[in-house]
């Protein structure tokens, strides 16, 4: 298997940190790959509501099956700056936007930039860094009042997600999220203290009552908590309205995992602006439990395995949540051996499918093949893992 044969497929954010649309990789993953995952996503029993940003090579362009594979009214396509700066390419362009179809491009500089807006690209991608070294922000305002849509990516820092919404930019990659910051060397915050309690009785299958009357010191928490389980399709045809409700319908093991998530929400700050680390905490959590799955199908059946795998990916962000050492956070949950050595170090059957999570995050070329070998996977059967597990965590409400 070669790196170009494993895709990723990203999340991109708006300048809420709110998910807005799907990024796929790597560039020039070619229109069969890329038609292959479209249609596994739009043959969801939910499919992601999301639209794709699919980036393909001038040679896909003039594919006759390419508008059969991939509908102009849920992708936009993204083609090398070099395409738009040929007369045939760009002529080509300018036929399949008369069908609908949203063309951008993929530029490294501010000529490139200006050169694809006037040959009529409506999305323009470029690397957010040479955005702010390189390009100036009266370009990017007047391109932005064209009606432009820019599409910032390697964005590296929050500082940089700031910058890039306040020039212009509505479209950005998220490599900052999972991102710790400076670590202080004590969990002295209270709120600290009392999330890693919720989550030691969490991990503890604690009494009910006891996660409650937890829960219940935040207000907003619990409100939060009954927001999240009404997103989820339960079959029931009452709103859920009280905890122990949310008990009955959803049962013990799926609110556990939803208590999970909620730790990432902002339910302890003020505003309204979402955490983008919840659907991150969730995605990781149903990719590492989705591959794990994949390498090792005779857990299917065991439950533990599962939720052991979902807890590694879901919990593989607390540091970054917490601002605190990872070695501190796990030395204060009573966590499985197998999560503790998947989160801590990496190790382990589920720390194999975490690392190959973060790889996909960052959009790293494949991991080493021994590593894909023992995990049973082949490229294809990985993107589609991406697909189903994207597209179960969008139809979360996580804002």
């Known amino acids: ?80 700056a070099e395409v738009w700066l040929d007369a045939a390419g760009a002529a080509r362009c300018q036929e399949l936007a008369k069908q609908g179809y949203r063309l951008g491009a993929d530029v490294d500089s501010a000529p490139a930039l200006e050169q694809c807006a006037e040959a009529g690209a409506q999305l323009l991608r470029l690397d957010a860094a040479t955005a702010r070294e390189q390009v100036s ?5 007047r391109l932005k009042e064209k009606g432009l849509t820019l599409v910032a ?58 996660i409650e009357e937890m829960i219940k010191q935040e207000p907003k928490l619990s409100y939060n908590l009954l927001r999240l389980v009404n997103s989820v399709s ?82 593989s962000l607390l540091d970054v949540l917490l601002h605190l050492p990872m070695d501190s956070v796990l030395a204060a949950l009573p966590l499985a051996d197998e999560v503790t050595e998947a989160v801590g170090r990496h190790q382990g059957p589920l720390g194999d499918a975490l690392s190959l999570v973060e790889s996909l995050e960052r959009g790293l070329p494949a991991p080493d093949t021994a590593l894909l070998e023992k995990l049973r996977l082949r490229g294809d059967a990985l993107g589609q893992l991406q697909v189903d597990a994207l597209a179960w965590v969008s139809h979360i409400d996580v804002a």
């Not at 649309?21 to 992601?48: T, V």
């Not at 922000?137 to 305002?141: A, D, F, K, Q, S």
């Not at 602006?273 to 799955?293: H, K, T, W």
């Open 1 to 80: 298997m070669t790196s170009a044969t494993l895709s990723c497929l990203r999340p991109l954010l708006d300048v809420n940190q709110a998910w807005s649309a799907l990024e796929l990789g790597p560039r020039g993953i070619g229109l069969a790959a890329s038609s292959q995952l479209f249609a596994h996503g739009q043959n969801q029993p939910q499919p992601s509501p999301l639209p794709w940003l699919v980036p393909l090579s001038g040679t896909d362009l003039n594919h006759s099956g390419l508008t059969r594979q991939l509908p102009p009214q849920q992708v936009s396509l993204l083609l090398p």
């Open 153 to 210: 990516d390697g964005v590296s820092s929050h500082d940089l997600f700031v910058w890039c919404g306040a020039r212009g930019f509505t479209l950005m990659s998220g490599e900052f999220v999972p991102q710790p910051e400076e670590c202080p060397t004590s969990p002295a915050d209270p709120t600290k203290l009392r999330l890693l309690k919720l989550l030691s009785l969490i991990v503890q299958d604690a009494d009910t009552r006891e």
């Open 234 to 315: 339960v079959g029931a045809t009452t709103k859920i309205t009280s905890f122990a409700q949310a008990i009955t319908l959803l049962g013990r093991r799926q609110l556990q995992r939803w208590l999970q998530l909620l730790i990432y929400a902002n339910q302890f700050n003020a505003g309204s602006q979402p955490n983008p680390l919840m659907p991150q905490a969730a995605l990781r959590g149903r990719l590492v439990e989705l591959i794990a799955l994949a390498a090792h199908p005779e857990a299917a059946e065991d439950t533990d395995f599962h939720d052991c795998a979902y807890m590694a990916g879901a919990f």
């Open 137 to 141: 922000p009266v370009l990017l305002n």
